[in-house]
């Protein structure tokens, strides 16, 4: 964990010195469909269905032709009914019932995007990003309901092209996917972990 | 301005796509899924050594506070279903003059406003509104030797309770040695009432006589 601040710090460091020497340029609005698919302890303690329920939006700042950074905000819904089951509290007590989980996360990330291949059309990206994750946990035995909302650590890697809509435009389609590291620490969880693929366009704000 | 009402619009769209997007759980719960059974035993106690049981002739309906003792066809349901599968459990039914080892009562538990089942007020109203002496033990008083969780109470819960009344001159007290808790959608009906008995007794293997 403590690398992983060191090096959200590096990144934030590293943007601050190039916005400061970069050229006044356009800002990229990134607006993407997000299909979330829950790995690791994710998985196999809460949810294992995919969630076609998300979407996230960047707005991104192109330093130079191959680096970009800026804030990216998404949402995701993720929801879990579990069959009727019998659960057994301390020594004595047993409660029958059928149990959904309900979690949907907001991260606000920094992020940044690099374009190794920017001769080419359709032009490739690595991305990095790192922040919070908002999560907003809800766990309900039959209609019967707890929650709680925190603030997480989340970092990101992914990878992607951008399919140009023209062969000079600076907008496009964008393909992509993510894989989001998300510690939790809750409720005897302790993963939110995910596997993402995003589809959108990258729209360039005049 | 192109830019700001680009950013605007995407802004709107965003706030829709975030309320839009959620999945509410409570609209995908058939009443049958709505429900929870929650049991809860003394498990010092072996209920073998019960052979005999008595019921309530009526249900103690809880109501934001209050009690009344009630005899409608719900009411009636429950303590059938009750009385069948305790006598399927292997206990004999007796009257409550002919000193029997258990003794079980049903509350229907009705609340109109967020309210609490717990040790410190189910078992306040409980100690009134089911006097001893009903049992044979006047003067007595209860005694739950388990903790009693606590659980909010919005649409009305039903209770069963067992009591040890075959140790209650020993012990002089009565000790509730079992206590089952039927929530959710629908239960005030007569119909289902033999099922959700049914379910009490599925999880609690242990209430068996010899």
């Known amino acids: 964990m403590k690398t992983i601040k060191i090096m959200v710090a590096a990144l934030g460091l590293f943007l601050i010195s190039q916005s400061a020497t970069a050229q006044k340029k356009n800002l990229k609005l990134d607006l993407n469909y997000n299909y979330s698919m829950p790995v690791s302890g994710f998985n196999s303690d809460l949810v294992r269905d995919h969630s076609p329920r998300g979407f996230m939006a960047a707005l991104m700042y192109p330093f130079n032709d191959k680096l970009s950074a800026g804030l990216e905000l998404g949402f995701q819904d993720y929801y879990q009914k579990y069959p009727r089951q019998l659960y057994t509290i301390g020594k004595s007590q047993n409660v029958s019932a059928v149990l959904s989980n309900s979690i949907q996360t907001t991260p606000v990330l920094l992020k940044a995007k690099y374009f190794p291949l920017t001769t080419l059309f359709l032009k490739p990206y690595l991305s990095v990003g790192a922040g919070a994750n908002i999560v907003d946990f809800k766990q309900y035995l039959g209609q019967f309901g707890s929650g709680q909302t925190n603030v997480n650590f989340r970092a990101q890697g992914g990878l992607g092209v951008l399919i140009p809509f023209t062969k000079v435009s600076p907008s496009g389609i964008n393909i992509g996917a993510t894989y989001d590291y998300a510690p939790y620490n809750r409720l005897g969880y302790k993963d939110l972990s995910t596997v993402n693929i995003q589809a959108g366009v990258t729209i360039n704000l005049k | ?210």
């Open chain 2, 1 to 210: 301005m192109k830019r700001l009402l680009l950013m605007l619009s995407a802004l709107a769209g965003i706030s829709l796509l975030y309320t839009g997007c959620t999945k509410e759980p409570l609209n995908h719960l058939t009443s049958d899924e709505s429900r929870i059974y929650i049991t809860d035993h003394d498990s010092t106690v072996n209920f073998a050594n019960y052979k005999t049981f008595s019921i309530s002739d009526s249900v103690a309906v809880i109501r934001n506070g209050t009690a009344t003792k009630e005899l409608n066809d719900l009411d009636a349901a429950y303590i059938n279903a009750a009385t069948k599968y305790m006598e399927a459990a292997g206990y004999t039914m007796v009257s409550n003059k002919q000193n029997a080892d258990l003794g079980v009562d049903v509350n229907r538990i009705i609340s109109t406003t967020t309210g609490v089942i717990s040790n410190g007020t189910y078992w306040d109203y409980y100690g009134g509104y089911w006097d001893p002496y009903y049992w044979g033990y006047p003067g007595y008083g209860y005694y739950i030797p388990y903790s009693y969780s606590v659980y909010q109470i919005r649409e009305g819960a039903v209770s069963l309770d067992i009591l040890d009344l075959k140790n209650a001159s020993e012990n002089n007290k009565i000790n509730v040695i079992w206590t089952g808790l039927i929530r959710g959608s629908g239960i005030f009906d007569a119909s289902v009432a033999d099922s959700q008995v049914k379910a009490l007794f599925d999880q609690s293997t242990y209430l068996k006589a010899n």
